[in-house]
């Protein structure tokens, strides 16, 4: 099975509008943490946010929410006020256990952004 | 957060040469680095774990003898794709350990084989 699955090879959204890209996980560890990535065209991998399993609270950055629901093991990203410049692909990514660990990735989001 | 970058961000070789990824943490003692591969399209797929003064770990389904990988320094690791073939043409991307959780990565290198 796999551990990061995101269901929306693509998402448009208009300049100004809120998008949520979803990201569902498979794990059986209790203590994990899940990222969010942005690769625009360049091919650079941007840390956006993280949701640690034991946050209790959703985490926010700037624009950046993520919608993290524990029970249904989804870690959605809502995006605010979309801006052209936020077209780029999205990775939902995870890392499981206490220690650190390695990180899996989703196979990502193309999010097209129009004026 | 870390500063990262490649070295080159694009190459072109011929089939059956080795080509050197260079992968430096400008700003960080880094002990841990990581190599990924990502075809395109698709998502990032770890290839190794880069310890500083050790032998790299390598995932299951790489072979470390083409993809030889040197942690010589805090700030430098290198990835030599040894005689390349074209189906080694990927975009690599290195990435650096800052913190138990954090993550940053470089700016990637587009490989073709020709």
């Known amino acids: 099975a796999q551990k990061i699955t995101q269901t929306q090879p693509g998402m448009f959204v208009q300049e100004k509008e809120a998008v949520t890209l979803d990201c569902t996980y498979d794990t059986s560890d209790q203590s994990y943490g899940l990222f969010w990535y942005k690769q625009p065209s360049s091919g650079e991998m941007i840390f956006l946010i993280y949701q640690g399993s034991y946050d209790e609270q959703n985490a926010t950055e700037g624009r950046y929410s993520l919608n993290f629901q524990k029970a249904r093991k989804s870690a959605n990203l809502v995006i605010s006020a979309s801006q052209l410049g936020d077209s780029a692909m999205y990775f939902c990514a995870m890392r499981e256990g206490r220690g650190y660990s390695t990180l899996t990735f989703g196979k990502g989001t193309m999010l097209l952004v129009s004026p | 957060g870390a500063v990262v970058s490649q070295h080159p961000s694009w190459v072109i070789c011929k089939s059956g040469t080795s080509v050197k990824i260079e992968c430096r943490s400008l700003?960080?003692?880094?002990?841990?680095m990581f190599w990924y591969r990502q075809f395109p399209k698709q998502s990032l797929m770890l290839m190794a774990t880069?310890?500083?003064?050790?032998?790299?770990?390598?995932e299951q389904g790489v072979e470390k003898d083409k993809f030889l990988i040197n942690h010589a320094s805090l700030t430098l690791s290198t990835l030599t794709v040894t005689s390349a073939h074209p189906e080694d043409s990927s975009f690599y991307i290195c990435?650096?350990?800052?913190?138990?959780?954090?993550?940053?990565f470089g700016p990637g290198t587009r490989l073709t084989v020709t």
């Open positions: 880069s310890n500083e003064g050790s032998k790299a770990t390598y």
């Open positions: 990435s650096v350990r800052a913190a138990l959780y954090e993550q940053y």
């Open positions: 700003d960080f003692q880094a002990t841990t």
